[in-house]
């Protein structure tokens, strides 16, 4: 059978037409986007002091590092918050996975309640550092407090002692307290005291024969200065 040229070529002509058609209605499959998890939480802070408020409190969400220890030197962040308040530092802490500022101070007894969220539940620890400003550089807080296990809506609580950064000498001395009970300096880089975190010993004050003090009794404190409920809300 023989075929004329101009049929052979329709054919040929079709053919890949054809194909082509094939190639446009492949259907290109990917994987599904897998939502991201995100763990919540709420950090309800209460001042159990007479008369010491609490600088803006600082909360970090990790999974390593501390923010001090017993023994050992202050970093040069728990130094700015705890001589003069500021935790700018500690929220920008290399090992934060997330942090969180109140606003303001905390007065005597009131409270305030910060929330963190991050997407990482594995080995999940809160720290908190906050310093009483009617001090030298006497601070509290929690340290890496392991959250991992909590369930969502449950809540652990805890309450806190104030800490000495050991970075400035509790002299209670005009112009060296920057709280109200003084309004003096608050951060200063050099270090006078004996330079490891300890436990504070107290405010001793005018009243009780501390001649320069500019402290009365009213700003001593008792052990614990501060309660902490963190919840998992999420």
């Known amino acids: 059978m023989r075929f004329s040229k101009?049929?052979?070529i329709l054919a040929l002509s079709a053919?890949?037409?054809?194909?082509?058609?094939?190639?446009?209605?492949e259907v290109e499959v990917t994987d599904p986007v897998m939502p991201v998890m995100s763990y919540e939480f709420t950090v309800q802070v209460t001042n159990l002091t007479n008369a010491q408020p609490l600088s803006p409190i600082a909360a970090i969400a990790h999974s390593e590092g501390m923010l001090w220890q017993i023994g050992e030197p202050a970093s040069?962040?728990?130094e700015l918050m705890a001589e003069g308040g500021d935790n700018s530092?500690?929220?920008?802490?290399?090992?934060?996975m997330a942090s969180s500022s109140a606003e303001s101070p905390l007065p005597p007894g009131e409270q305030v309640t910060l929330m963190l969220s991050t997407e990482q539940l594995d080995s999940l620890k809160i720290s908190l550092a906050t310093m009483l400003v009617n001090t030298n550089d006497a601070f509290t807080g929690l340290n890496a407090i392991d959250v991992s296990?909590?369930?969502?809506?449950?809540?652990?609580s805890r309450t806190s002692f104030a800490y000495d950064a050991g970075t400035e000498a509790n002299?209670?001395?005009?112009?060296t307290i920057p709280g109200p009970a003084d309004s003096g300096e608050g951060y200063n880089e050099m270090r006078?005291?004996?330079?490891?975190?300890?436990?504070?010993?107290?405010?001793v004050s005018q009243d009780d024969g501390l001649t320069n003090s500019v402290l009365t009794s009213q700003h001593k404190f008792d052990n614990p200065v501060?309660?902490?409920?963190?919840t998992r809300t999420q």
């Open 15 to 25: 053919g890949l037409a054809a194909c082509g058609d094939s190639d446009n209605n």
């Open 171 to 175: 002299s209670e001395a005009l112009g």
């Open 149 to 156: 296990s909590l369930a969502v809506n449950e809540s652990l």
């Open 6 to 8: 101009s049929l052979i």
């Open 89 to 96: 530092e500690l929220l920008v802490t290399d090992f934060a």
């Open 226 to 230: 501060a309660r902490i409920t963190i």
């Open 76 to 78: 040069a962040a728990l």
């Open 192 to 203: 006078d005291d004996i330079n490891r975190v300890a436990m504070h010993p107290g405010v």
